[in-house]
Nanobody, 113 residues
Framework: VQLVESGGGLVQAGGSLRLSCAATGIMFSIDSMSWYRQAPGKQRELVAAITSGASTNYADSVKGRFTISRDNARNTVYLQMNSLKTEDTAVYYC????????WGKGTLVTVSS
């Protein structure tokens, strides 16, 4: 199983980025797909999750600004991030759960003031 994340980068506060995570080698149906992030000196935290039934869950800090979506045919999950703030700066990790839990290597998002 391989998770390939893309879309990170440097953006000014107030800007937008779209992260993508494509899962390959998955042999079983995917249950949930999620995005986590880890800022320097902080613990990894859940940003957003989406189930196979398209139910979503967001961290309070990103509600109304971030949108998670998935393409089941492509085993891909997206995170549209709008109105970015400097405190959104972190490494963003993709997580996919089937019978096991799989993690991507992370993509860096840097929001400048």
């Amino acid at each position: 199983v391989q998770l390939v994340e893309s879309g990170g980068g440097l953006v000014q506060a107030g800007g937008s980025l779209r992260l993508s995570c494509a899962a390959t080698g998955i042999m079983f149906s995917i249950d949930s797909m999620s995005w986590y992030r880890q800022a320097p000196g902080k613990q990894r935290e859940l940003v957003a999750a989406i189930t196979s039934g398209a139910s979503t869950n967001y961290a309070d800090s990103v509600k109304g600004r971030f949108t998670i979506s998935r393409d089941n045919a492509r085993n891909t999950v997206y995170l549209q991030m709008n109105s970015l703030k400097t405190e959104d700066t972190a490494v963003y990790y993709c997580n996919v759960r089937t019978l096991d839990s799989y993690w991507g290597k992370g993509t860096l998002v840097t929001v400048s003031s």
